[in-house]
T-cell receptor, first 115, second 114 residues
């Protein structure tokens, strides 16, 4: 079955530690996204990528980094510079067809908690 | 800049009752509009979308939404709610110029009383 997988489901981070969240898709989608979700704030875009080896900052990129070495994979690193990382992180992907909106498919999410 | 407002943070309805979740958007032209549903601890699932044409759109799970340009609204409705509809619902807006950068509302948490 095609879809998006995220791992781990739960992640705990100590102060000053970098952690990496995994996102993999087998939908052959060009575009991939990372969003952060918190109660009362909805979903906010962290980073997105439309092609391998290229990505753009979203609205809240500070303290995060990404890579896109393969079309299928878009890992997110939460660095120690991110002072308030506790949140639910969602990865999404979509095709990239010009001139229209292309539906985003979401993964099941990773819940990150700072200890 | 585009924005979305969902004025109701929490809504409680009885099973079998009708439901309407409100969504207002701000955008310079007619946007692409979406409703997503999220079960606890899960990702988002698309319920329905509006691009153009008929202003009343049908979605999955018996949901529908009506685009009202004069009110800048895209409210989600269901005539009879089931207990399994309890979830969080997000309205989102996307640019009509293409591209996939959605702006989400803050969500409405639906509770269904049996």
């Amino acid at each position: 079955d095609g879809g998006i997988t995220q791992s781990p489901k739960y992640l705990f981070r100590k102060e000053g530690q970098n952690v990496t969240l995994s996102c993999e898709q087998n939908l052959n989608h060009d575009d991939m996204y990372w969003c952060r979700q918190e109660p009362g704030l909805g979903l906010r875009l962290i980073y997105y990528s439309q092609i391998v080896n290229d990505f753009q900052k979203g609205d809240i990129a500070e303290g995060y980094s990404v890579s896109r070495e393969k079309k299928e994979s878009f890992p997110l690193t939460v660095t120690s510079a991110q002072k308030n990382p506790t949140a639910f992180y969602l990865c999404a992907s979509s095709i990239d067809k010009a001139g229209t909106y292309n539906e985003q498919f979401f993964g099941p999410g990773t819940r990150l908690t700072v200890l | 800049a585009q924005s979305v407002t969902q004025p109701d943070i929490h809504i409680t309805v009885s099973e079998g009752a009708s439901l309407e979740l409100r969504c207002n958007y701000s955008y310079g032209a007619t946007p692409y509009l979406f409703w997503y549903v999220q079960s606890p601890g899960q990702g988002l699932q698309l319920l329905l979308k509006y691009f153009s044409g008929d202003t009343l759109v049908q979605g999955i799970k018996g949901f529908e939404a009506e685009f009202k340009r004069s009110q800048s609204s895209f409210n989600l409705r269901k005539p009879s709610v089931h207990w399994s509809d309890a979830a969080e619902y997000f309205c989102a807006v996307g640019p009509t110029g293409g591209g996939n950068k959605l702006t989400f509302g803050t969500g409405t948490q639906l509770k269904v009383e049996l």
